[in-house]
Nanobody, 122 residues
């Protein structure tokens, strides 16, 4: 069983910054890629940023240059630092991870967190 818990969301003015965190817990053996997605009302969920176990990153064009994804493998935690926030960044941000369990070490499954609200006011 794996649980992903996001934190760090909130209300911020345009131009401000937020740092989101997502901690994975449970009987985890290994985590491959971790990512942040977001979904605004009436919009499809979209990938914001992703990071491999080795630290290779990828960003959506809309956040590239303003966001930094990082991870602490020892803590099973992924972060998303967002700077120069814009109203269009307003969305529920969800953590995603591919994890294998202690009793199924070679079988990776995809897990989602419950999401954290980010609201950017103008």
């Amino acid at each position: 069983q794996v649980q992903l818990v996001e934190s760090g969301g909130g209300l911020v003015q345009a131009g401000g910054s937020l740092r989101l965190s997502c901690a994975a817990s449970g009987s985890i053996f290994s985590i491959n890629a971790m990512a942040w997605y977001r979904q605004a009302p009436g919009k499809q969920r979209e990938l914001v940023a992703a990071i491999t176990k080795g630290g290779i990153t990828n960003y959506a064009a809309s956040v590239k240059g303003r966001s930094t994804i990082s991870r602490d493998n020892a803590k099973n935690t992924v972060y998303l630092q967002m700077d120069s926030l814009k109203p269009e960044d307003t969305a529920v941000y969800s953590c995603n991870a591919d994890c294998s369990l202690e009793y199924r070490r070679s079988w990776y499954r995809n897990y989602w967190g419950q999401g954290t609200q980010v609201t950017v006011s103008s």
